[in-house]
């Protein structure tokens, strides 16, 4: 009866339900999960993972956390929300005032919404009214052309990757900065001039064309998994400041320990005008996402002609229950000192991984904190490579515009049985394909 009712859901499956980024001829009903604990997945045929990315690569706390489990039911049980527009709840006020304590004094006012996407097309909205609201108008932002901001109609406009271009324009005007070296010469020393005079070059110097923000992620995850160069953001954080723009960092995917810090800019002490997080702030069990600015962005939104404050928000923004699962996964984070444990095991992946780079199908081994990039000959090798991977019991997913960056970002409570496992299975699947 056990296969019965599996073959039951994939049925059902092929025949309802639209797959987000999926070939239609592609059959995701195939690896039908139905639990995990830890850093495990078990699928409905009794196979079991190890899941190498973490969900849609924000389960830091793993699968079924007793804690942010019991968090989560206990908030469902009191107030599963109340309308944030027109009164309020103590998780959303302890998130926010939590957040604050994690971040530079003047980054202490957080706006809350349900995903990245709307996360980012959110701060777009800040960082235009802001410009507006203190009386110089402007609107042209500055993005690396191989960034990822979201799927919504604004983020992914932001985001040129080709999946992800659509013919319909965003209304805010966007010059967009092509790397200057490759994916993998990127995080060289030597990468950083080329990389700032890019930037210098894209936010120019027309003093009627001062953009309103350059958004960038410190690492560029769905553009390949690209690491940048040390003294990147600092440099950025310079030339903002020396044009008079914002600074808008997406750490959507590095918050939360994810990158070897609490936060990626954290490593080079810069303070960003706007920081948009997600992922990781709920371990994924429940939809949230943070855009916390600086206090002079926020004060200017009371300069608002039609509201005096800011005219947006959603039905589920400041969630009650995706407070208190971002609290409950804060407290997991502080605790169990997942921010040192992702900056451990991600050096010691990488230093075991760097011997693949010996093999012919390996280009390059490279990532930040617990976010480990396997980069490959081609999209055709990474694909047979995560097909063998995931034969061997480990799940892991291709990256970048070409697809052959594989990459590794299981949940931050790794331990050294489960880097030794990934190690194995991947040494393996690439013996298997060579
Ligand atoms: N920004 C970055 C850096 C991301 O990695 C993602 C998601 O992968 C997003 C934004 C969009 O977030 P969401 O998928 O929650 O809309």
Redesign the pocket.
Known sequence: TKVRSTETARARDRRHLWHTWTPLTADRSELMLTHGEGYRVWDADGNEYVDGTSSA?SAICGYAHPEVTAAVTRQLGRLHHFDLSRGSHEPAGRLAERLAGYLPPELSRTLFVN????G?DAAMLIAAGYWQHVGTPRSRMVTFALG????TLL?RDLSALPRVAHPFRSPLPVTRVELPVTAAEARRPESLPLLLDAFEKAIGDDPDDVPAAVVV?PFL??GGGIVLPPGFLRGLRDLCDARGTLLVL?E??TAYGRSGRMFACRREDVEPDILIT?KGLTSGYVPL?AVTVQQRIHESFGRDPILGGIRYGHTNSGHAVACAAALATLDVLDRENLVARAEHYGTYLRARLAGLTGADEVTDVRGTGLAVVVETRSGDTAAALLARAQARGLLLRPQGPEGKAVLIAPPLILDAEGAEFITDRLERSLADIA
């Open positions: 690569l995903s990245g996407s709307e980012f990822y901001h979201g799927a983020s992620e995850n769905v997406d959507v995917f997600s996402a």
